[in-house]
């Protein structure tokens, strides 16, 4: 019976077609895509032997480059595609949809792609979290998964880049698995792309030569190249008047191998005056040029690329889908206690923020490469794909992803769930404790199920200790304020005995379960969780193990600060210092303050749009940590803070100040290490603030002209120099007080009722 009977049939009796079994099912076909389909359902438990189903694939001449067409002829599957990759495409739909061994095909599936390039990036070097282990199997693998999902471009990283030439834990020399990793997407039908930074000064002279000599170097080694991407920065520093001559140097080396390779340029680093240059030599209109693409560390928006090329050139998305925090698309509102753990680089399923960042960056532009560092933001990359294949699939993404990696249908709440865990106070989310229940009752033992169970584990873990470091930091802080009654002594003995409270039990429990998810993830996908224990190359490239135990209070500088009390010449000066530490807040001062970097403690903050009307947060304050810990002395308000990007001041607004009264302000300077000048104005007026820091952290503390508050409201406005390049950051401020003075009886005098 023909499908077309078959439906028709079942229309008049009510019936629905049978799933199609796949256990007996025979691939026949393509020798590359029906093999990898062959393989993936002998995985899920298919025999080759007694077929009695066939999947026949069939190259046609007339399908466009990308697209299949699936048919059900009874019991017997027919794919069509032009070549192998859009029969690997095909492979990947059926693998997508299938439950198991049962695939559910009513009626013809057609499809082709909505955007032009959907790719990712790969790279074998010593700062990425997990492919740097990886043998050139498993590296394979990841390409064939990548092609199942759609991908038409792998990006691989040049072996020359902004790292260290090799790794401890590379099974084989990086040319090897750049080279692999070629040939594996070639043998797909995949586009071959290289990353390739320009690290040297160039000149026109020997440093453009030797370039033009290591690229032609890589280049024999390859069996294609079909693009070469050259970021102006982030790695490189060229500027855009001597990018230009160096990229046609080696526009001509690529073509003498591949003639059709593109090349394509970024604006990554670039500071105003040099993205004017950029453009400027855009307007000249190079030949040798294909393209542009916009990535991190980018001062303008797609946006304004696409206006100012004009149509001049495609432009191509490289989003930053690995970083948390510090990055192209933090995450909004992150809470410090998180920030501090898990790190920039963290197991990051982010299905809201990328939908928002996909349909905010993607119009006019032809596609996306994602910048990816390793396996912890393997939902965001595929996510991505399936984005870039069809806009309306995210609804089926989640269950897609379970039936391709998982096996269990309960995953497909995960992602959001995890996604969830990171909104608002974690002590307060009662949802962490939720999803870390739904995450072990998944069944599964891919690496992909124990990477989101130890993201759920450790989301559980932060929310445990949080709690109880509050608990001991308030109590301490509370025995502090009572030194006017009971002395020094007992006040600093009660503080003590306060942060010698020990951590519940749970708190063991789910730290060892995280110990243990990270070895397996280790010996699994080669994730590297901890720098001694896995052998990552830095705590901040993914090793977030090796902070999991860090303090959550400020034990340690409150202790500091005790005994520096304490050696104070006589008690009434130890009494009012150790008061002063259990005030942090300056309640005593009826101060208004801010924890800048702590969502639920910066009321004052203009925090701006947000997400999803502002994915990059470039209109938006942005919460965000210091490389440091409160282990180190830091206390938690002085290594959170809230800053600006680029142009954009960090602001904070007052209401209701009292007209007749004069403030002081007080703020904490701290953050990352930058060393660039802050301008500090209220209400639009400068105010005579240090520029420079000296220190990190430093108080600051001026008072503002009564004239500026006289009418009840004021507004803070930290600046930096305008043009800057590169990420734009900076502009970093920790804590702020508006401390009221005492009324004098001219200001009471005059003072309207």
Same mark, same amino acid.
């Given at each position: 019976?023909?499908?077309?009977?078959?439906?028709?049939?079942?229309?008049?009796?009510?019936?629905?077609?049978?799933?199609?079994?796949?256990? !007996?099912?025979?691939?026949?076909?393509?020798?590359?895509?029906?093999?990898?389909?062959?393989?993936?359902?002998?995985?899920?438990?298919?025999?080759?032997?007694?077929?009695?189903?066939?999947?026949?694939?069939?190259?046609?001449?007339?399908?466009?480059?990308?697209?299949?067409?699936?048919?059900?002829?009874?019991?017997?599957?027919?794919?069509?595609?032009?070549?192998?990759?859009?029969?690997?495409?095909?492979?990947? +739909?059926?693998? /997508?949809?299938?439950?198991?061994? %049962?695939?559910?095909?009513?009626?013809?599936?057609?499809?082709?792609?909505?955007?032009?390039?959907? =790719?990712? %990036?790969?790279?074998?070097?010593?700062?990425?979290?997990?492919?740097?282990?990886?043998?050139?199997?498993?590296?394979?693998? /990841?390409?064939?998964?990548?092609?199942?999902?759609?991908?038409? /471009?792998? %990006?691989?990283?040049?072996?020359?880049?902004?790292?260290?030439?090799?790794?401890? !834990?590379?099974?084989?020399?990086?040319?090897?698995?750049?080279?692999?990793?070629?040939?594996?997407?070639?043998?797909?039908?995949?586009?071959?792309?290289?990353?390739?930074?320009?690290?040297?000064?160039?000149?026109?002279?020997?440093?453009?030569?030797?370039?033009?000599?290591? !690229?032609?170097?890589?280049?024999?080694?390859?069996?294609?190249?079909?693009?070469?991407?050259?970021?102006? =920065?982030?790695?490189?520093?060229?500027?855009?008047?001597?990018?230009?001559?160096?990229?046609?140097?080696?526009?001509?080396?690529?073509?003498?191998?591949?003639?059709?390779?593109?090349?394509?340029?970024?604006?990554?680093?670039?500071?105003?005056?040099?993205?004017?240059?950029?453009?400027?030599?855009?307007?000249?209109?190079?030949?040798? !040029?294909?393209?542009?693409?916009?990535?991190?560390?980018?001062?303008?928006?797609?946006?304004?690329?696409?206006?100012?090329?004009?149509?001049?050139?495609?432009?191509?998305?490289?989003?930053?889908?690995?970083?948390?925090?510090?990055?192209?698309?933090?995450?909004?509102?992150?809470?410090?206690?998180?920030?501090?753990?898990?790190?920039?680089?963290?197991?990051?399923?982010?299905?809201?923020?990328?939908?928002?960042?996909?349909?905010?960056?993607?119009?006019?532009?032809?596609?996306?490469?994602?910048?990816?560092?390793?396996?912890?933001?393997?939902?965001?990359?595929? %996510? +991505?794909?399936?984005?870039?294949?069809?806009?309306?699939?995210?609804?089926?993404?989640?269950?897609?992803?379970?039936?391709?990696?998982?096996?269990?249908?309960?995953?497909?709440?995960?992602?959001?769930?995890?996604?969830?865990n990171w909104r608002g106070d974690p002590a307060d989310n009662v949802g962490i404790d939720a999803t870390l229940d739904a995450v072990d009752r998944i069944k599964s033992t891919s690496w992909q199920a124990d990477l989101y169970r130890y993201r759920a584990v450790y989301d559980a873990l932060v929310r445990a200790r949080l709690t109880g470091a509050r608990a001991r930091q308030a109590e301490a802080l509370y025995a502090l304020r009572q030194a006017p009654g009971v002395g020094p002594d007992a006040a600093v003995a009660g503080a003590r005995f306060a942060y010698a409270r020990m951590d519940m039990k749970r708190v063991a429990a789910l730290y060892e379960r995280l110990v243990v998810l990270a070895d397996q993830l280790r010996a699994k996908a080669g994730v590297q969780l901890s720098v001694e224990r896995h052998g990552a190359s830095h705590w901040r490239r993914g090793a977030n193990l090796d902070r999991a135990m860090i303090d959550l209070n400020d034990r340690v500088a409150v202790e500091r600060d005790m005994q520096a009390a304490l050696a104070l010449p006589n008690p009434a000066e130890r009494t009012k210092a150790l008061v002063a530490i259990g005030d942090r807040w300056g309640m005593a001062d009826f101060a208004l303050y801010d924890d800048l970097g702590d969502p639920g403690n910066e009321p004052h903050l203009v925090r701006g749009p947000g997400y999803p009307d502002d994915p990059q947060l470039w209109r938006s304050a942005i919460d965000g940590v210091a490389a440091h810990s409160p282990n180190e002395g830091w206390r938690m308000a002085e290594l959170s803070y809230a800053e600006a990007l680029y142009e954009q001041p960090l602001t904070l607004h007052y209401e209701g100040l009292e007209k007749g009264r004069a403030y002081r302000l007080r703020y904490t300077w701290a953050g990352e290490d930058y060393v660039l000048p802050l301008t500090l104005t209220a209400n639009g007026v400068p105010l005579p603030a240090p520029s420079t820091r000296s220190s990190n952290p430093q108080r600051v503390e001026l008072a503002i002209p009564q004239v500026l508050t006289a009418g009840g409201t004021l507004d803070l406005g930290w600046t930096r120099p305008p043009g800057i390049g590169g990420g734009g950051r900076g502009r970093q401020i920790a804590e702020v007080w508006l401390i009221p003075q005492p009324l004098n009886q001219a200001a009471l005098a005059g003072a309207t009722p």
């Open positions: 019976m023909s499908l077309v009977a078959a439906l028709m049939l079942a229309t008049a009796t009510g019936a629905v077609p049978a799933p199609v079994a796949l256990q !007996l099912a025979c691939v026949e076909g393509d020798r590359v895509a029906a093999g990898l389909l062959r393989q993936r359902l002998a995985e899920r438990g298919a025999r080759s032997a007694g077929c009695r189903v066939h999947v026949r694939m069939v190259s046609s001449s007339a399908m466009a480059k990308e697209s299949f067409r699936i048919e059900r002829q009874g019991d017997d599957i027919i794919i069509r595609a032009k070549a192998t990759r859009g029969l690997v495409y095909a492979a990947g +739909w059926i693998l /997508r949809h299938a439950d198991g061994l %049962q695939l559910k095909l009513d009626a013809s599936v057609v499809e082709q792609p909505r955007q032009a390039v959907r =790719g990712t %990036q790969i790279g074998y070097r010593f700062k990425n979290n997990s492919y740097d282990a990886w043998t050139i199997a498993m590296l394979r693998r /990841r390409i064939e998964d990548f092609a199942l999902w759609g991908v038409n /471009r792998i %990006q691989i990283i040049a072996p020359r880049s902004d790292d260290a030439p090799t790794s401890p !834990l590379m099974p084989v020399p990086p040319e090897k698995a750049v080279t692999a990793m070629a040939q594996a997407a070639t043998a797909l039908g995949l586009d071959v792309a290289i990353f390739y930074p320009a690290l040297d000064d160039y000149d026109g002279g020997a440093a453009d030569a030797a370039e033009a000599g290591r !690229l032609d170097a890589l280049l024999r080694s390859l069996p294609k190249v079909d693009a070469l991407y050259i970021p102006g =920065g982030d790695p490189g520093h060229t500027p855009p008047d001597r990018l230009f001559p160096l990229a046609q140097r080696l526009a001509g080396v690529l073509r003498a191998r591949f003639p059709r390779a593109e090349l394509l340029l970024s604006t990554q680093g670039f500071d105003a005056a040099g993205l004017d240059t950029f453009y400027a030599q855009l307007a000249k209109r190079p030949r040798w !040029l294909s393209g542009i693409f916009v990535g991190p560390q980018t001062r303008e928006s797609v946006a304004m690329h696409l206006r100012r090329i004009g149509g001049q050139y495609p432009v191509e998305l490289y989003p930053d889908t690995a970083h948390a925090m510090q990055a192209q698309l933090p995450v909004p509102d992150w809470h410090p206690a998180f920030a501090l753990t898990q790190g920039r680089e963290t197991v990051n399923p982010r299905p809201a923020a990328m939908r928002a960042a996909f349909d905010h960056l993607s119009p006019g532009t032809s596609g996306a490469v994602t910048y990816s560092e390793g396996v912890n933001d393997d939902w965001n990359v595929h %996510q +991505w794909l399936a984005l870039g294949w069809k806009a309306d699939s995210e609804p089926n993404i989640a269950t897609q992803y379970s039936r391709f990696y998982i096996g269990d249908p309960a995953f497909a709440a995960i992602p959001a769930m995890l996604e969830a």
